[in-house]
Structure formats: C-alpha cells, structure tokens
C-alpha cells in the first residue's frame, strides 16, 4: 500500500510592512494620517517553485509587498478590519495562495489611555 501524499502546506512570511496611510473614524487620523504596519503570512505550496528554482513559480515577495504597500498608503477607511480584508484579497488574487493571514497594526491609535498597539487580524481563504 502507497503512503498517503504529504498535503502540508508552507508558509511565506512578509512581516512588518511599514507604510504611511489615513485610515481612521477620526478626521484627525484622515487629515494626519500615521504608519500602519501590516504582517502577511501566505499558505501555499512551494515545492513547484523550489523544484525548479523559478521565481515565477511562487509569491514574489517584493511585488506582494509593493501592491499592499499601494492599498495601505490609498483610499482612507474607516476601519482596520476593511482594510485588512482589502490586504487579504489582494494576497489571494494570486492563486497559488490558499489561505493567507493578515494582522494591521495600528501603534498610534488615538485610544486615549497609553497603549504600545492595536491590531486586528483575520484569517482568509479560498471558498
């Protein structure tokens, strides 16, 4: 009998984005704006990729990162969780990617007591 095929999935990890953006409910936070800084963790499989040792085979993790650079410095929102979601969406336009987790940091949240952060983070994959 043939063993089961191994279906783990790996893992890219784009960590600490930092880029100026103007998300907020406050106007303040619209018309100042504040860095965000976003980690992205992408499940996929690589081993085509690694097989081959072909860039186009996997995530290029530059190009990832400029495009959700582009999303977190553009149109304003509200709310973190919307952009986050935006983030997600981006990151499973790729279709190699099946599942992808995304936290937004927000460490200037005018929340009134002093707090060292705030995130959100959510869990996105292919239906």
Do not use: N
């Amino acid at each position: 009998m043939t063993p089961p095929e191994v279906t783990q999935l790996d893992r890219i990890s784009l960590l600490g984005l930092r880029v100026y953006g103007r998300h907020g409910v406050l106007p303040r936070e619209r018309a100042d704006g504040q860095e965000f800084v976003v980690d992205a963790v992408l499940w996929l499989d690589t081993r085509p990729a690694a097989a081959a040792d072909d860039l186009r085979l996997t995530v290029d993790y530059g190009g990832l990162a400029e495009r959700l650079a582009g999303i977190i410095s553009g149109e304003p929102l509200a709310l973190i969780e919307t952009l986050a979601d935006r983030l997600a969406t981006e990151c499973l336009a790729d279709g190699r990617v099946c599942e992808v987790e995304i936290t937004v940091h927000k460490p200037d949240a005018p929340i009134g007591p002093p707090c060292a952060d705030v995130t959100v983070t959510i869990l996105r994959g292919r239906t």
